[in-house]
């Protein structure tokens, strides 16, 4: 492969997205949340390919997203509590894990050999139209080289994949911003991963609260991995000041190099966190310091995701 094809979000693009999915091949499109990296999650070839274009671990299982809640009985046993929580947030950014259902059909890459499944429906209108026009399920992690920061536009993608893919399906840029929230249904609900939907919103819906996962915890679901979501340069959190060599992200009124939301919005501090990153390590700093971020709604996610930017690497 030698270039990843730029297709738009018309009709055209939705049908040569679709023949390219349909040849186990790999397509980059947009949810909500940030650009997935799509391909048949029936397909051995096809999710090999999308462990190999990442250079991600295969014990790190991936989403499967669907068209809508009917498709994703089909593949999960689902529940009383799984159907209040997609009655509530589907569409949206909210992956359920549970119980695989006995032929399932899916690859067993998807789930790296877990007898669960993370599954979701997302809510951006492109990738509704290429699901149904697939009219299967795609596994689709985040389109980035694996740890590194999450695409929110479709030329975050071309830099970090271009040629490793086939194509990238163009639907501007995401509003969320972050990933989705991880929930576990298998036993008690869960909290696997914090993401674009608050947990406050999760726990209100089911009248009770979520329990937490611990840290120590093996790896369950995919979003989980130590150090995750990094720019080349390094991350310094909390920070009160700046270090020589290094650029401020800022949250609030303040002097900063860039600001995730000068209002103090944490809602625009989400969609605003993964693109800020990708212009700030551009620069090729010394380092990226962070200013506090309050951790209350979705400040949980953007503090998980920033402590996982900066925890230790291994290279």
Same mark, same amino acid.
């Given at each position: 492969m030698t270039k990843t094809l730029h297709l738009s979000p018309d009709d055209d693009g939705i049908t040569r997205a679709t023949k390219v999915l349909h040849a186990d091949r790999l397509v980059a499109f947009p949810t909500e949340t940030v650009y997935g990296l799509g391909g048949d999650a029936r397909s051995d070839m096809a999710v090999a390919r999308i462990f190999e274009a990442k250079g991600r671990p295969r014990f790190n299982p991936l989403i499967? +997203?669907?068209?809508?809640?009917?498709?994703?009985?089909? %593949?999960?046993?689902?529940?009383?509590?799984?159907?209040?929580?997609?009655?509530? %947030?589907? !569409?949206?950014? /909210? $992956?359920?894990? /549970? &119980?695989?259902?006995? @032929? +399932?059909? /899916?690859? !067993? /890459?998807? $789930?790296?050999?877990? &007898? $669960?499944?993370?599954?979701?429906?997302?809510? +951006?209108?492109?990738?509704?139209?290429?699901?149904?026009? %697939? @009219?299967?399920?795609?596994?689709? &992690?985040?389109?980035? &080289?694996?740890?590194?920061i999450s695409p929110t536009t479709a030329a975050h993608v071309h830099d970090g994949l271009d040629g490793r893919i086939d194509a990238v399906l163009d639907g501007g840029a995401c509003a969320v911003g972050l990933e989705s929230t991880i929930v576990g249904l298998s036993d008690t609900p869960v909290l696997l991963r914090p993401g674009g939907l608050p947990a406050e919103a999760i726990e209100a819906a089911l009248g009770a609260p979520l329990l937490r996962r611990s840290a120590e915890a093996a790896l369950t679901a995919p979003g989980q991995m130590v150090s995750h979501y990094a720019p080349g340069a390094r991350v310094r959190l909390e920070a009160t000041h700046v270090m020589p060599g290094e650029v401020l992200l800022g949250f609030g009124p303040m002097a900063c190099d860039l600001n995730l939301s000068r209002a103090g919005d944490l809602t625009e501090a989400a969609a605003n966190l993964f693109g800020h990153l990708h212009t700030l390590d551009a620069r090729a700093p010394a380092g990226i310091a962070v200013a506090p971020i309050p951790t209350t709604g979705l400040g949980a996610a953007i503090n998980d995701r920033l402590a996982r930017a900066a925890a230790p690497r291994d290279t």
């Amino acid at each position: 492969m030698t270039k990843t094809l730029h297709l738009s979000p018309d009709d055209d693009g939705i049908t040569r997205a679709t023949k390219v999915l349909h040849a186990d091949r790999l397509v980059a499109f947009p949810t909500e949340t940030v650009y997935g990296l799509g391909g048949d999650a029936r397909s051995d070839m096809a999710v090999a390919r999308i462990f190999e274009a990442k250079g991600r671990p295969r014990f790190n299982p991936l989403i499967v +997203h669907v068209a809508d809640a009917e498709q994703a009985r089909d %593949f999960v046993v689902w529940s009383d509590l799984a159907d209040r929580l997609a009655g509530a %947030f589907w !569409p949206g950014a /909210l $992956t359920l894990v /549970l &119980p695989l259902r006995a @032929g +399932h059909g /899916l690859s !067993p /890459l998807v $789930t790296a050999e877990l &007898p $669960t499944l993370a599954i979701r429906c997302p809510a +951006h209108p492109l990738a509704e139209r290429l699901l149904r026009a %697939f @009219g299967g399920p795609l596994a689709a &992690p985040s389109a980035n &080289p694996s740890g590194r920061i999450s695409p929110t536009t479709a030329a975050h993608v071309h830099d970090g994949l271009d040629g490793r893919i086939d194509a990238v399906l163009d639907g501007g840029a995401c509003a969320v911003g972050l990933e989705s929230t991880i929930v576990g249904l298998s036993d008690t609900p869960v909290l696997l991963r914090p993401g674009g939907l608050p947990a406050e919103a999760i726990e209100a819906a089911l009248g009770a609260p979520l329990l937490r996962r611990s840290a120590e915890a093996a790896l369950t679901a995919p979003g989980q991995m130590v150090s995750h979501y990094a720019p080349g340069a390094r991350v310094r959190l909390e920070a009160t000041h700046v270090m020589p060599g290094e650029v401020l992200l800022g949250f609030g009124p303040m002097a900063c190099d860039l600001n995730l939301s000068r209002a103090g919005d944490l809602t625009e501090a989400a969609a605003n966190l993964f693109g800020h990153l990708h212009t700030l390590d551009a620069r090729a700093p010394a380092g990226i310091a962070v200013a506090p971020i309050p951790t209350t709604g979705l400040g949980a996610a953007i503090n998980d995701r920033l402590a996982r930017a900066a925890a230790p690497r291994d290279t």
